[in-house]
C-alpha cells in the first residue's frame, strides 16, 4: 500500500465547476497535510496547508481533512482554465514537519 | 529573492559517467531537500539537510547516490557511476523553521537524461 494515495486522473470539470481532488494517507499518525500544484514542465508550488480536522477555506481553495478516515481533499471552486495542472497531495509524520511523503498526484483538465 | 537556483537546468550523459547536480537554497532558510521526480514513481524524498547537516538520507537510492551540504548557500548530488534508470527531474527545495506553514520552496529542477 501506498503511503499517499491519489487517482491519477485526468479529471476533467467545465470552466466554473467545482473540482474536487482526493487522497488517503496510511499512516494514522501523520500531522500535517499539504496541496501543491505543479504546472507541466515546471515545479511544485505550495497551495494549501491543513493540520486539524475540517475544513480550511482560502479563496477558491478549500482544504478538508478527516484524520479518522485518512482523507484529505481539495475543493477548488469556480474553476478556470488556469487551474489545469497536476495537483500533489503530500503528508508529513508524527513529529517530522519537514519530512514530506508526496502522492503522485491528480491531472486537473479545466475545459474553457 | 532569486529563489532556490539549480544548475545545470538539462543534463545529457552517458551511462557510467560520474554527474553533478547543484543547488543554491533562498537565504535565510535552514532546510534543503533533493528530491527525485518521475512518471512511474512520482516525486521523492532523496535526503534532506538541517543547517547544513543530513538529517535522513533513508531515500537515497543507493551507494551510487551521495549528497553534500559545505555550507548554508551551496549543495551537490552526486550520481557515480550513473544509469540510464537514473533518468529523472531532480529538485531541490529549501524551507525555514520559523515559517508556520512549513511551505517548500522549490527550484526549476534538473532534467537528468542518461544514455
Redesign the interface.
Known amino acids: 500500500q501506498k503511503e499517499v494515495e491519489q487517482n491519477s486522473g485526468p479529471l476533467s470539470v467545465p470552466e466554473g465547476a467545482i473540482a474536487s481532488l482526493n487522497c488517503t494517507y496510511s499512516d494514522r499518525g501523520s500531522q500535517s497535510f499539504f496541496w501543491y500544484r505543479q504546472y507541466s514542465g515546471k515545479s511544485p508550488e505550495l497551495i494549501m496547508f491543513i493540520y486539524s480536522n475540517g475544513d480550511k477555506e482560502d479563496g477558491r481553495f478549500t482544504a478538508q481533512l478527516n484524520k479518522a478516515s485518512q482523507y484529505v481533499s481539495l475543493l477548488i471552486r469556480d474553476s478556470q482554465p488556469s487551474d489545469s495542472a497536476t495537483y500533489l497531495c503530500a503528508v508529513t509524520p508524527f513529529g517530522g514537519y519537514q519530512k514530506v511523503t508526496f502522492g503522485t498526484g491528480t491531472k486537473l483538465q479545466v475545459i474553457p | 529573492d532569486a529563489g532556490v537556483i539549480q544548475s545545470p537546468r538539462h543534463e545529457v550523459t552517458e551511462m557510467g559517467q560520474e554527474v553533478t547536480l547543484r543547488c543554491k537554497p533562498i537565504s535565510g532558510h535552514d532546510?534543503l531537500?533533493w528530491y527525485r521526480q518521475t512518471m512511474m514513481?512520482?516525486?521523492?524524498?532523496l535526503i534532506?539537510f538541517?543547517n547544513n547537516v543530513p538529517?535522513?538520507d533513508s531515500g537515497m537510492p543507493e551507494d551510487r547516490f551521495s549528497a553534500k551540504m559545505p555550507n548554508a548557500s551551496f549543495s551537490t548530488l552526486k550520481i557515480q557511476p550513473s544509469e540510464p534508470r537514473d533518468s529523472a527531474v531532480y529538485?531541490c527545495a529549501s524551507?525555514f523553521l520559523g515559517d508556520s506553514?512549513?511551505?517548500?520552496y522549490?527550484?526549476?529542477?534538473t532534467r537528468l537524461t542518461v544514455t
Open positions: 532546510y531537500f514513481r512520482g516525486l521523492e524524498l534532506y538541517n538529517i535522513d529538485f524551507s506553514s512549513y511551505e517548500q522549490f527550484g526549476p529542477g
